[in-house]
Antibody
Framework: EVQMLESGGGLVQPGGSLRLSCAGS????????MTWVRQAPGKGLEWVSV????????YVADSVKGRFTISRDNSKNTVYLLMNSLRAEDTAVFYC??????????????WGPGTLVTV | SYDLTQPPSVSVSPGQTATITCSGD??????VSWYQQKPGQSPVLVIY???SRPSGISERFSGSNSGNTATLTISGTQAMDEADYHC?????????FGGGTKLTVL
């Protein structure tokens, strides 16, 4: 079964840091782009960052640029989101999702259950 | 930055056709995906590349995209289709989501 599973969320003080992880299984991880998307309570989906299957290039939303960094370790089938200088407005459920292709980012077909980050 | 605009809510009677729109500048020149999200659950991809349905998604879901507007159509709407629907595209090195539309099946 193809699935994604996030971990690493929790309660953090403003200005603090957190690293989220997302493990993929049931598919050839290195062949697909990965993205992080967040959803604040009662709000819509907000894109955070995306990374190609090879790990380069990466793209990040303006709202988190300079604070959040996406990376991946294809040997561990895991994508990461390092979040620094966290603010109250970063409070959200963070989802990771698998892209349909390696370096195209117009669709994401497998989503994890999400991990809650509270600042 | 690029904006995608969706109506906040759409209502439909059971068995009727629901239409949800997503508007953006020259959106018809880009690929659009649609996601269904039920309360407390993760999003599910229901349409990609404007008109394609992933395996396992009901044929009642269809999509189109032309000009400045993409449309998700749900035919024979059922109570189980009640959910939030989000459109999404890729433009100017960014993934962009619409604000989401709450579909109510009355």
């Amino acid at each position: 079964e193809v699935q994604m599973l996030e971990s690493g969320g929790g309660l953090v003080q403003p200005g603090g840091s957190l690293r989220l992880s997302c493990a993929g299984s049931g598919f050839t991880f290195k062949d697909f782009a990965m993205t992080w998307v967040r959803q604040a309570p009662g709000k819509g989906l907000e894109w955070v960052s995306v990374i190609s299957g090879t790990g380069d290039p990466t793209y990040v939303a303006d709202s988190v640029k300079g604070r959040f960094t996406i990376s991946r370790d294809n040997s561990k089938n895991t994508v990461y989101l390092l979040m620094n200088s966290l603010r109250a407005e970063d409070t959200a459920v963070f989802y990771c999702a698998k892209g349909l292709w390696g370096s195209d980012y117009d669709a994401f077909d497998i989503w994890g259950p999400g991990t809650l980050v509270t600042v | 930055s690029y904006d995608l605009t969706q109506p906040p809510s759409v209502s439909v009677s059971p068995g009727q056709t629901a239409t949800i729109t997503c508007s953006g500048d020259t959106l018809g020149e880009k690929y659009v995906s649609w996601y269904q999200q039920k309360p407390g659950q993760s999003p599910v991809l229901v349409i990609y590349q404007d008109t394609s349905r992933p395996s396992g998604i009901s044929e009642r879901f269809s999509g189109s995209n032309s000009g400045n507007t993409a449309t998700l159509t749900i035919s024979g709407t059922q109570a189980m289709d009640e959910a939030d629907y989000h459109c999404q595209t890729w433009v100017s090195s960014a993934v962009v989501f619409g604000g989401g539309t709450k579909l109510t099946v009355l």
